[in-house]
């Protein structure tokens, strides 16, 4: 059974700090990584893609990939109070570019 | 927005009832995944549709089917409801063999209650 795990939340940052997710996931031939965030009630909404160990920064988000701990985290600096939401992780299957696995997701609390 | 359109919003039907869920595809995209969200956790893959044909399958029972129409839209239908049925339907439509990193973009779900 391939699987995504997310570190448990609820988290709480204050205000302009940086907020700290991490996933890992089982499936060694994975090639692509999504982070969504969602917002109570709605749909999730795509932060970034990743596919390359490294790091992929966008604004103040950065995604950051090792293929070999297979481990991706996401990176939001400067926090805001709408940065609070769950953000989801999601894995392709395989090489099934088109069928992801989702993570729990963690929920994220930017205190002001 | 992501151009992708989910009807109805909501829904309540009672156990035992049907009930069907449409999903019209970004423009351009010729792949469809259902998925349901229970309260609480993330989305858990249903099926998938790609040019008309299934595509894929997640751990859900035959009572859970689906259609892909020519225009890439696409139906999930539930037969027999159970209260666990509850849920957030999610629709997400993406480009199939455009290569790595084929991009998921979710409509806004259906709510379906069951009582």
């Known amino acids: 059974q391939k699987e995504v795990e997310q570190n448990s939340g609820p988290l709480s940052v204050p205000e302009g700090a940086i907020a700290s997710l991490n996933c890992t996931y089982s499936d060694r031939v994975s090639q692509s990584f999504f982070w969504y965030r969602q917002y109570s009630g709605k749909s999730p909404e795509l932060i970034m893609s990743?596919?390359?160990?490294g790091d992929k920064e966008d604004g103040r988000f950065t995604a950051q990939l090792n293929k070999a701990s297979q481990y991706v985290s996401l990176l939001i600096r400067d926090s805001q109070p709408s940065d609070s939401a769950t953000y989801l992780c999601a894995v392709n299957e395989g090489t099934s570019y088109d069928k992801v696995i989702f993570g729990p997701g963690t929920s994220l609390s930017v205190i002001p | 927005e992501t151009g992708v359109t989910q009807s109805p919003t909501h829904l309540i039907k009672t156990r035992g009832q049907q009930v069907t869920l449409r999903c019209s595809s970004q423009?351009?995209?010729?792949?469809v995944s259902w998925y349901q969200q229970a309260l609480g956790q993330g989305p858990q893959f249903i099926f998938q549709y790609y040019r008309e044909e299934e595509n894929g399958r997640g751990n859900f029972p035959p009572r859970f089917s689906g259609l892909q129409f020519p225009n890439y839209s696409s139906e999930l239908n539930v037969n027999a409801l159970e209260l666990d049925d509850s849920a957030l339907y999610l629709c997400?439509?993406?480009?199939f063999g455009g290569g790595p990193g084929d991009t998921q973009y979710f409509g806004p779900g259906t709510r379906l209650t069951v009582l």
């Open positions: 990743i596919y390359s160990n």
């Open positions: 997400a439509s993406s480009l």
């Open positions: 423009s351009g995209h010729n792949t």
